[in-house]
């Protein structure tokens, strides 16, 4: 092939945004003019290596558009020290069949049990596996959306969040909300009902929620579109937080506060 022609191929790959084969074509015509491999299967194989390259970084952009500020893995995380929650059980979330069912995950259970370990997880799954995703603790969450509010932009901020595949919220019930902010969540997931996924995070039972919201009402109307179609995974067990404290010679300090009492 000539260099004119060899050029005009690597514009024409170039303008068609097959940016790998454009890279790569000088070794495939090289390799090609040195082995009896039929075209047709050498074309195949450069495609395919086109097409990985494209998912590779499809899922590299939707990673970074999902917010997730840490990378877990399911296959790390300690099942054993968790009561609630089996490797069968995982097996069925990492496969992502609640998504395409536009199904909820609530995991459920005190600091320290790996929910978030499990939530970020699956995020990441979802990002590579071809979802998008979007991440953000409950605390951020609710700021977002009273700037929203205070701002006019309320509704165009709840039809961004109902974009993704799947909103994950992490966090749910470290901090009370206000009505007004109780209302905004319930709004959320009114929005999100039955169209895409939420997997959330919580140290609160359902029957804490009205407390935790500051209206049963709203609680209950929540809860309701949230958990109509959804898997609800209750964890226990012991943080791992407080048995690596254990472990170094350190006191939790419940136990500490207890010792005290005890002396007096």
């Given at each position: ?15 068609l ?28 194989d ?11 970084r499809?899922?590299k ?16 995380f ?29 995991l ?7 929910k ?6 699956l ?60 209302t ?18 919580t ?18 109307a ?33 136990r ?9």
């Amino acid at each position: 092939m000539s260099s004119v022609a060899l050029e005009l191929l690597r514009n024409n790959l170039t303008e068609l945004n097959l940016g790998f084969i454009s890279n790569y074509i000088d070794t495939f015509l090289h390799e090609q003019a040195r082995n009896d491999k039929p075209l047709v299967e050498a074309l195949c194989d450069l495609l395919d290596h086109e097409v990985t390259q494209r998912r590779q970084r499809a899922a590299k952009t939707r990673l970074k558009l999902s917010r997730l500020p840490q990378i877990k893995d399911l296959e790390q995380f300690q099942i054993e020290a968790v009561e609630g929650i089996t490797r069968k059980k995982l097996n069925e979330l990492a496969s992502l069949a609640f998504i395409e069912r536009k199904e909820n995950v609530v995991l459920m259970g005190p600091s320290g049990l790996g929910k978030t370990h499990i939530l970020s997880a699956l995020v990441y799954k979802a990002c590579n596996q071809g979802f998008t995703a979007y991440y953000m603790s409950a605390q951020e969450l609710i700021e977002e959306l009273l700037k929203a509010k205070r701002q006019n932009r309320l509704k165009r901020k709840l039809a961004s969040l109902c974009k993704p595949h799947l909103l994950a919220i992490d966090e749910i019930g470290y901090e009370s909300f206000s009505r007004e902010e109780a209302t905004l969540l319930f709004n959320l997931v009114a929005s999100r009902y039955e169209k895409s996924s939420i997997i959330l995070t919580t140290n609160k039972t359902f029957g804490q929620w009205g407390e935790l919201m500051g209206d049963n009402a709203i609680a209950t109307a929540t809860l309701d579109r949230l958990l109509h179609h959804a898997d609800v995974v209750i964890m226990k067990g012991e943080s791992y937080r407080i048995k690596n404290r254990s472990k170094l010679g350190l006191v939790p300090l419940n136990r500490l506060s207890s010792a005290k009492e005890n002396r007096k």
